[in-house]
């Protein structure tokens, strides 16, 4: 029936996906999927379904397990399966949750050969944030 994800402000880097059934039928278990290039997919929980049935359900999971610097562009997907108790398996919509995290400041900055530099080095650096976040530049 509808699969979305929200960042959960206050949480620290935690992700609620919810979504919801209209009808089951031999439903054994949903399963959630991580993604943070949208092409390699890790599976990070199982949860019960409901079998059979005929009313709305909802399910809700958070996704406490994020580590910023593996996102690339403030971004993570999930997609969601849903396993019958044969083991067919139904894959559905790839959904898109953005991670809004502020670089304040820099911690460090190391050149290519992982050598820690200031910011009056020329040349390839890498950028490590509070945040988390690793951008290169190249200061000239």
Do not use: C
């Amino acid at each position: 029936n509808s699969f979305s994800g929200k960042l959960l402000a206050g949480l620290g880097n935690s992700i609620q996906l919810d979504w919801s059934t209209a009808s089951e039928k031999d439903n054994n278990y949903f399963t959630l999927w991580r993604s943070f290039d949208g092409q390699t997919w890790e599976d990070i929980t199982k949860l019960s379904g409901a079998g059979n049935s005929n009313e709305l359900l909802t399910y809700e999971y958070i996704d406490r397990n994020i580590i910023l610097p593996s996102i690339e562009n403030n971004t993570i997907y999930y997609r969601l399966s849903q396993t019958d108790y044969d083991g067919t398996t139904e894959f559905f919509q790839i959904i898109p949750v953005e991670i809004q995290a502020a670089k304040t400041h820099v911690v460090y900055r190391t050149n290519l050969m992982g050598q820690e530099v200031d910011q009056h080095y020329k040349g390839l650096v890498l950028e490590t944030w509070n945040n988390g976040a690793v951008h290169k530049t190249v200061h000239k």
